[in-house]
């Protein structure tokens, strides 16, 4: 069973330089998230795809671009990397939407970014 | 905006002890779910425990239990009977019913002594 899986696991880039995360999940869950953690700041949400087809800016967007390619997945692409780029990404997922679920997120394993 | 306050940046407990970790979140909603995610050195995200707000009832899973005050709008974690792999980030969050997205507060890192 593998939940959410995301790739790659680690990756250094330099300034200037883009790259795409791929995340996909087969829980058949209607929403997907980009995350990033960094130390002092717990984790903070870049963007969010509550549908197939749907997607939306959550608290730190800029930078950043999405594609829900479909239900499974869910990319983040780094146009043009900066060093405060650098971060640990988590993207996830949850059913939500309806009331009586509880809307709780299952994560994948992170990706470790590093700009130089 | 609904925020998530975590106050203690560390903490720290002996083997075999109990440990309480707090959590405030301020919110005018009156239904919503409260969650406690525990990301060991792995960094995998873990639920560890979820809290309905309607519930009165604090929610407990073995040795983790909360003390859910809705009124005072906290959220604590009991951790009894600490063992080493308790070790970890601790993070609170905060999601309303329909909401797209959880809330989380920036952790707590919990050390646990022999």
């Known amino acids: 069973n593998a939940g959410v899986t995301q790739t790659p696991k680690f990756q250094v880039l330099k300034t200037g330089q883009s790259m795409t995360l791929q995340c996909a999940q087969d829980?058949?869950?209607?929403?997907m998230y980009w995350y990033r953690q960094d130390p002092g700041m717990g984790l903070r949400l870049i963007y969010y795809?509550?549908?197939?087809?749907?997607?939306d800016k959550g608290e730190v967007p800029n930078g950043y671009n999405v594609s829900r390619l479909n239900k499974r997945e869910f990319s983040l692409r780094l146009e043009s990397a900066a060093p405060s780029q650098t971060s640990v990404y988590f993207c996830?997922?949850?059913?939500?939407?309806?009331?009586?679920?509880?809307?709780?997120?299952?994560f994948g394993e992170g990706s470790r970014l590093t700009v130089l | 905006a609904q925020t998530v306050t975590q106050s203690q940046p560390e903490m720290s407990v002996q083997e075999a002890e109990t440990v309480t970790l707090s959590c405030t979140y301020d919110?005018?909603?009156?239904?919503?779910?409260l969650f406690w995610y525990k990301q060991p050195p792995s960094r995998q995200m873990i639920l560890v425990i979820r809290?309905?707000?309607?519930?009165?009832q604090n929610a407990t899973e073995n040795r983790f239990s909360v003390n859910f005050q809705k009124a005072a709008k906290s959220f604590s974690l009991k951790i009894s009977d600490s063992q080493l792999g308790d070790a970890a980030m601790y993070f609170c969050?905060?999601?309303?019913?329909?909401?797209?997205?959880?809330?989380f507060g920036t952790g707590t890192r919990l050390q646990v002594f022999p």
């Open positions: 996830a997922s949850s059913k939500v939407r309806d009331r009586g679920l509880h809307g709780e997120l299952f």
């Open positions: 829980m058949n869950h209607n929403s």
């Open positions: 795809s509550a549908s197939e087809g749907t997607t």
């Open positions: 919110t005018s909603e009156s239904d919503y779910y």
């Open positions: 809290q309905e707000a309607y519930k009165q």
């Open positions: 969050a905060y999601r309303t019913p329909g909401a797209d997205k959880l809330i």
